[in-house]
């Protein structure tokens, strides 16, 4: 592989943590399309007055904490995400094979995250083509947001916080499977009762956010200025949209009486083998719509974004499916 001193040069893998913030080496490798994980630290710098100096000393500046916080922007693909998906959604989970098939069948319900954190390591290249290390460990997800619209990509975006940044790590041989995307001609929207959710006509644009309340702040004495493990201090919050042709009143009148419908967010690709096909799909068991009644504003069809707010319905949990060849996460 030829080292390219560019962004072209850069890469990121990741791997699930056993212990929050103990660095686990690489072993999924993702494709991104941009970055902003980046140490963070707050110094502190004496006030002392000593007779005739004028300018604080260099020595009595002090480092007392450090973190991380950033994102990472992707498309979502065919291989690989399951263990972004796991630390977004906190449930443990194994791939369930398909029959006897090379499809497995991985089931991310809502849950807490306690114990889901991941090591980021990310590869960044100086211009003369050497890539430098920068391991971020302890890294949980506080939301994430997925989207599509017509012509386009799936895309995910990832916020994180993580614990603090090891640079002497060796930066591992970053290696790819065969990926594809999911994208809007694989997309389809469904609404109606939780498990018999029919298709919904003049949809052009869908987004999903997870947003994950945590705890961030945990720095206490005996932790060498880094944070304990973030913990849930909020409920879920799950919100979206859906830009439609006002092609007819289902979603305008749940607006209108505030009613409740499960949706279902899916894109099925390929066949991998019998009838068990690429998937990616968000089930919402329990969403209401806040604002987006049609209004017309000219000549052109009239295209409403319908807003949402996804709730517990009392049974089932918000849940990812993601159908793949992955057999381990």
């Not at 594809?180 to 298709?199: D, I, L, N, Y």
């Not at 209401?288 to 974004?305: I, L, Y």
């Amino acid at each position: 592989m030829v080292n390219i001193g560019s962004g072209l040069g850069a890469q990121l893998g990741l791997s699930a943590e056993t212990t929050y913030g103990t660095f686990v080496a690489p072993a999924k490798f993702v494709e991104f399309t941009k970055e902003s994980l980046a140490l963070k630290k707050t110094t502190a710098q004496s006030a002392g007055i000593a007779a005739g100096r004028l300018l604080a000393l260099s020595s009595r500046r002090v480092l007392t904490r450090q973190e991380v916080q950033g994102s990472i922007d992707m498309e979502i693909v065919n291989k690989s995400m399951g263990v972004l998906l796991q630390a977004l959604m906190g449930t443990t989970v194994t791939p369930v094979q398909q029959a006897v098939t090379t499809a497995y069948l991985q089931t991310h319900t809502l849950a807490d995250t306690a114990g889901k954190s991941l090591t980021i390591q990310k590869g960044v290249p100086l211009t003369t083509g050497v890539v430098t290390d920068k391991t971020f460990l302890g890294c949980k997800v506080t939301s994430a947001e997925f989207a599509c619209e017509v012509g386009g990509m799936l895309t995910g975006s990832f916020e994180f916080d993580g614990k603090s940044c090891d640079e002497t790590q060796t930066l591992a041989t970053a290696s790819y499977p065969n990926m594809s995307p999911f994208h809007f001609g694989q997309m389809a929207v469904k609404t109606g009762s939780f498990g018999t959710e029919t298709a919904r006509d003049g949809v052009r644009k869908v987004s999903v956010k997870i947003e994950r309340p945590q705890a961030v702040e945990r720095f206490y004495a005996g932790q060498s200025g880094l944070k304990k493990e973030p913990i849930s201090n909020d409920q879920v919050k799950i919100t979206g949209s859906l830009e439609t042709d006002y092609i007819d009143t289902i979603l305008d009148d749940l607006h209108t009486s505030d009613g409740a419908t499960s949706l279902v967010w899916e894109f099925v690709g390929p066949i991998i083998a019998s009838t068990f096909a690429e998937t990616f799909r968000i089930t919402l068991p329990a969403v209401r719509f806040d604002e987006g009644p049609p209004v017309v504003d000219g000549f052109d069809v009239v295209r409403p974004t319908f807003n949402f707010t996804a709730l517990y319905d009392g049974t089932n949990l918000p849940k990812i499916e993601y159908m793949s060849t992955d057999v381990t996460l």
